[in-house]
């Protein structure tokens, strides 16, 4: 039991290290671009930014989600096939992203007053195929449970982008689309020196999936999953768009400014979550659902416990944080940070709920969850923003992200009829595609 014990631990200490070498280099890439960009443009990068995440949302939903809990249990035993499998897949996803964000940036040359927003759109996507390319990989080795091999490409990752942003930085003005296009250069550099480790250490297997069989399987949990990714991003990035319509880009500045202090603590329980869903996948396979509901417990004291730690001494601090970061700018909206925590602190806690949900393969209850959280946002936030502005944003978003929680809880436990009438809805239209 200690030395399952230690070794579990020893894989969350790689899982933190990886997670924190990418999540450093973004956000170290983001404090400073807020010291250096004036506020207007830094809200131009919050806009793209979330355009960005979008993508890489949908991409999770449809595939990297799915690899993780397929590849735990479904094609173990064919892992390398099914990552071959995936990689085609992902050549016409990037081909697509190309096109479509492309021609979003070529509308705003056209017919938007500034181009700024044009010219960061354009370097999204290039940076999204390309990013997502090493997450893949990235994915690859976590299903097999070795986050220590993640790492080596996480370092290479923050290599080449803290290095080329420090270039761009003495050489140069920083901009938004310089930013992404650093994302795209560590993305390619990266995808290529961890495909070449996976290939030597993936068993191939025999008899792959099919390209079709993979499909079926990835559009069958995906379109669930990619409808709670949808509704869990919507529910945060609303605010954005409506700051900055409302209110000015300048505001959507400031939220960014202010968010920017969650993602730390997010980025540690992403990493624990890479590790998290495999293991809770087979937890569930082999005790089936009551001892996945056992495990929930313990991963909402992980979550929520740590996530108030942590809040506890960026609250504290929050005035000499601020000034610290970004130079003296955005200390006007630091008495806001405590409803910033006590939203992060709720949204990390339904995460705990979700990450159950989506080892029970099923998604479709995680987009029931957040879909109460969506609602909650546009009938609070969206009234609470046109009044209060900033302040009402930041209060609606912790609202939000408590109705996600109470919901998650009830999905999880089913100790509702409304959750067993969903489950019996989502077997009839979970169906696979003929």
Request: glycine letters at 10%; one cysteine or more; proline letters at 4%.
């Amino acid at each position: 039991m200690q030395s399952a014990t230690r070794r579990w631990s020893g894989k969350a200490i790689y899982a933190l290290l990886d997670q924190g070498l990418i999540s450093g280099a973004g956000f170290v890439m983001t404090i400073l671009l807020a010291r250096t960009l004036l506020p207007r443009d830094y809200g131009t990068f919050a806009i793209a930014y979330q355009v960005f995440l979008f993508l890489t949302i949908l991409y999770g939903a449809f595939i990297l989600e799915p690899l993780v809990v397929f590849g735990s249990s479904n094609y173990r035993d064919r892992l390398r096939r099914y990552v071959g499998a995936l990689l085609r897949i992902h050549s016409l996803v990037g081909m697509a992203v190309v096109c479509l964000v492309g021609a979003a940036a070529w509308i705003f040359f056209q017919f938007a007053r500034g181009q700024s927003l044009a010219y960061a759109l354009l370097a999204v996507s290039v940076a999204a195929p390309c990013v997502l390319l090493f997450w893949l990989a990235r994915r690859a080795f976590y299903v097999e449970i070795r986050p220590r091999e993640a790492v080596f490409g996480a370092a290479v990752y923050f290599a080449v982008v803290i290095g080329g942003l420090l270039v761009v930085y003495r050489f140069g003005r920083v901009t938004p689309a310089k930013a992404f296009l650093l994302m795209a250069a560590g993305g390619v550099a990266t995808a290529v020196t961890m495909f070449l480790r996976l290939r030597t250490s993936l068993v191939p297997g025999a008899g792959g999936p099919a390209l079709s069989e993979v499909l079926r399987k990835h559009w069958g949990y995906g379109r669930w999953a990619a409808g709670s990714a949808v509704t869990i991003w919507f529910s945060g990035a609303l605010y954005y768009p409506l700051l900055g319509s409302l209110r000015g880009l300048a505001k959507a500045g400031e939220l960014k400014a202010l968010m920017n202090f969650a993602s730390p603590v997010s980025q540690v329980f992403v990493a624990l979550s890479l590790l998290s869903l495999p293991y809770a996948a087979r937890v569930h396979h082999r005790d089936g659902p009551a001892g996945a509901r056992r495990l929930v417990w313990k991963l909402t004291a992980l979550y929520g416990g740590g996530a108030i730690l942590y809040w506890v001494t960026v609250v504290a601090w929050r005035g000499q944080l601020v000034r610290l970061l970004y130079a003296g700018r955005y200390a006007d909206v630091a008495y806001l940070m405590p409803w910033v925590a006590v939203g992060s602190i709720l949204r990390l806690s339904a995460t705990a709920q979700a990450v159950t949900l989506r080892a029970m393969q099923a998604p479709a209850l995680v987009f029931v969850a957040y879909s109460g959280s969506c609602l909650a946002a546009l009938l609070v936030g969206v009234p609470c923003a046109w009044a209060f502005g900033l302040r009402g944003a930041v209060i609606a978003f912790a609202l939000s992200n408590g109705v996600a929680l109470v919901v998650a809880l009830i999905m999880v436990h089913r100790g509702f009829p409304i959750t067993r009438i969903f489950a019996h809805f989502q077997s009839m239209v979970s169906r696979p595609i003929p």
